[in-house]
């Protein structure tokens, strides 16, 4: 018992230690465009994948100011959200960020499409403040590529590295007041992309910048591997060294044996920790190519959850087999809440027993209006076996409730004015659908719409459940 005392009081240091870290960041915000509206805070929860991850609800009050606090432990990227247009910038512990918001609701595309990256105006102006020295380094950046740039077409490389080495020193004696670690790693980062141009061998780009600790909370970092090992495992796999990468993949499906491959193909990485990080990103790039078997792929990253001892690793690989998965036949349909035109709440998990014909539709569509007059017909047929929930996200549903009122629509129909519930089937022009089982599993993602033809998929099953019901039946 006594040999555990010392134990128990090491990890209660570390334990102290990494809330000692975790600093508050306010943001005081400005948006006079949006009173009474509410913006969505998110961070990632890796920069490999860049998984959103939703904070909280800020609510901007009637003269457009906000503010909110959260804990931070590191530099991270992170955005505030309106509708379907991102403001982002950086964040570090402790500090306090006063932010101007740009008229958002005059960029925002009402259809649904995809995000909008608009900017923010920093009020507390700071020189050393991160933001304002990574702004003043692009622009410093972008010129030299555009002075260059000719050079770089006609690939003039000994002309083109003389520039580039003498950009870099002169970079460093220009910001060399600016001690700040991670936009020192930033510009490092760029240093890495700059040499690639002149084709520096790959082996000399990673013992300078790659050979060390990863940095996964360094998302300028992560995007540079990210771009620099592009398409790993294909490359790989195509080399003397590494015929049976593939293999290792679509026949045997074995974690280990691909690792003992991949060691074997790559005589640069030698960190095993970015080598398994390199892996599980050459499977999310190798996913959908026609030599490739996506369940292959999938057992794989599965193997790599349960064995890997980084747990960083371990949510990347999570990630990316979530969002190869996401929406696709056999996958769990994602859940959600919201309010029908009568005020009661409608949850998807909790529909169980029968399968779910899910769409979206607009009252700004002919073609998804006609559609729903033929769901009437359907769920008039079929509402015995199957839930039928259209989702109109129009931003003023006053058209969509009278077209409901005035052709008796009576099935489950929610409003989604905030597009929070397109927005995680990732919809992008309706009319759309989606067939789920009983079990909350897709059976066809999309479906087929009525004018499709999806009744003979209705009455098909309808008549499997009927036999299937017989006294005396055999499954």
Request: positive net charge; aromatic residues 12%.
């Amino acid at each position: 018992m006594k040999k555990s005392k010392p134990i128990i009081f090491i990890l209660s240091l570390f334990f102290c230690s990494r809330i000692m870290l975790a600093q508050k960041t306010n943001i005081i915000g400005n948006a006079p465009y949006l009173p009474n509206q509410a913006l969505e805070f998110y961070d990632y929860d890796d920069y490999l994948t860049l998984t959103p991850i939703k904070k909280q609800d800020i609510a901007i009050d009637v003269n457009g100011k906000f503010s909110f606090s959260f804990n931070n432990t590191s530099t991270s990227l992170v955005f505030l959200k309106y509708k379907n247009v991102k403001v982002s910038f950086y964040c570090e512990p402790g500090k306090t960020y006063r932010l101007r918001i740009l008229k958002l609701d005059s960029v925002a595309n009402q259809n649904l499409a995809a995000d909008i990256e608009a900017e923010a105006i920093f009020q507390n102006y700071d020189s050393l403040e991160l933001n304002q020295l990574i702004r003043k380094y692009n622009n410093y950046l972008v010129n030299f590529y555009l002075d260059n740039g000719k050079l770089i077409v006609v690939k003039a490389i000994k002309v083109l590295y003389k520039k580039i080495e003498d950009f870099k020193k002169q970079t460093l004696i220009d910001f060399a007041y600016a001690n700040n670690s991670y936009f020192k790693s930033y510009i490092k980062s760029s240093f890495s992309a700059l040499d690639e141009i002149v084709f520096t061998p790959k082996a000399t780009i990673y013992k300078e910048y790659y050979s060390g600790i990863l940095k996964y909370h360094d998302y300028d970092y992560i995007q540079s591997i990210s771009a620099h090992f592009n398409d790993y495992i294909e490359q790989l796999g195509l080399t003397k060294n590494g015929t049976s990468v593939f293999d290792d993949i679509n026949v045997r499906h074995n974690y280990d044996a691909l690792k003992k491959s991949i060691s074997k193909a790559d005589s640069i990485v030698t960190n095993d920790t970015l080598r398994e990080l390199l892996i599980i990103k050459g499977l999310g790039e190798i996913y959908y190519k026609v030599s490739t078997k996506k369940h292959s792929v999938e057992l794989v990253l599965e193997q790599i959850i349960k064995q890997t001892l980084s747990q960083q690793n371990k949510t990347i690989a999570h990630n990316t087999l979530s969002r190869l998965t996401y929406l696709q036949i056999n996958s769990k349909a994602p859940n959600f809440e919201a309010i029908d035109a009568t005020g009661t709440a409608l949850k998807l998990s909790n529909l169980k027993g029968k399968m779910v014909y899910l769409n979206f539709w607009s009252a700004n569509s002919i073609s998804s209006m006609e559609e729903l007059l033929a769901i009437k017909k359907l769920n008039d047929k079929y509402n015995t076996n199957i839930y039928f929930v259209s989702v109109c996200s129009d931003e003023d549903c006053d058209a969509a409730k009278f077209f409901v009122k005035k052709n008796k629509l009576s099935w489950n129909l929610l409003y989604d004015k905030d597009k929070k519930i397109a927005n995680i089937y990732t919809v992008k022009v309706v009319p759309v659908f989606f067939l789920i089982d009983k079990d909350g599993f897709l059976i066809k993602s999309p479906a087929e719409s009525p004018s499709q033809n999806i009744e003979d998929t209705f009455r098909d099953m309808s008549q499997k459940k009927e036999k299937k019901g017989k006294v005396g039946e055999k499954d």
